[in-house]
């Protein structure tokens, strides 16, 4: 069972154009919802963890510029901007645990390009 | 601060060959613990997760066991089968929706 859908799943970044991804959930029992980039050296990094709607954050890194957004409860955004190099951005879920963080659920990634 | 160091960046094995890969953690206290597996085109998947000294987590086939004295996580496989190639990555759980990756084992099967 599918417990997030990320769109779009590739997309062609012209350099200096931003980006907007989205990612939809499915099962409101992981309410926790996260972004993470995989680069091209496939290296995992935690970017956002929002959890509330209205919840919002902002990050610059190394190749991107960031902006994450809890629209609703089952919906977080993603805008992608100043990318220089490649990478895919996964969106996760995850539920409280008892004992400490709970595994998280990967969707299935938006890889994007650099024109 | 956290981090997660993983030895091996590539591992190239045959089929029915025993499999290590080694997780080492820097963190206080107990943090969970975790493996994740990913596939060629799709997103990491969860294999297991242990938080306490001495929990062994296991799943098909795979197993490790948190070893805080010398504060690893290793990976470990009796027989791996083709189908068993992919990148692996141990992980550290900060809090909740965040977790420290290592830097990922790719691993080889040749038939």
């Known amino acids: 069972v599918t417990l997030l859908e990320q769109n779009p799943r590739w997309r062609l970044v012209p350099r200096g154009q931003a980006v907007n991804l989205r990612c939809i959930l499915k099962?409101?029992?992981?309410?926790?919802m996260s972004w993470y980039q995989q680069d091209l050296q496939k290296q995992l990094q935690w970017l956002f963890t929002?959890?509330?709607?209205?919840?919002?954050?902002v990050k610059s890194l190394p190749g991107a510029d960031y902006l994450a957004t809890r629209v609703t409860d089952t919906e977080l955004r993603l805008q992608v901007a100043n990318m220089s190099q490649g990478r895919t951005l996964y969106c996760t879920c995850?539920?409280?645990?008892?004992?400490?963080?709970?595994?998280?659920?990967f969707g299935e990634g938006s890889k994007l390009t650099v024109l | 601060g956290d981090s997660v160091t993983q030895t091996e960046g590539q591992v190239a094995l045959s089929e029915e060959d025993f499999l290590t890969i080694h997780c080492n953690y820097s963190a206080s206290g107990y943090p969970a613990l975790f493996w994740y597996v990913q596939y060629p085109g799709e997103g990491p998947q969860f294999l297991f997760r242990a938080s306490r000294d001495k929990e062994k987590g296991s799943s098909r086939g795979f197993e490790a066991t948190y070893d805080k004295g010398t504060t690893s996580f290793h990976l470990r496989k009796a027989s791996v089968q083709e189908s068993d190639s992919a990148v692996y990555y141990c992980?550290?759980?900060?809090?909740?929706?965040?977790?420290?990756f290592g830097q990922g084992t790719k691993l080889s099967i040749k038939p």
């Open positions: 995850s539920a409280v645990l008892g004992g400490g963080t709970g595994q998280l659920y």
């Open positions: 992980a550290l759980g900060v809090n909740q929706g965040k977790l420290i």
């Open positions: 929002l959890r509330s709607p209205g919840d919002k954050e």
């Open positions: 099962n409101s029992q992981y309410p926790w």
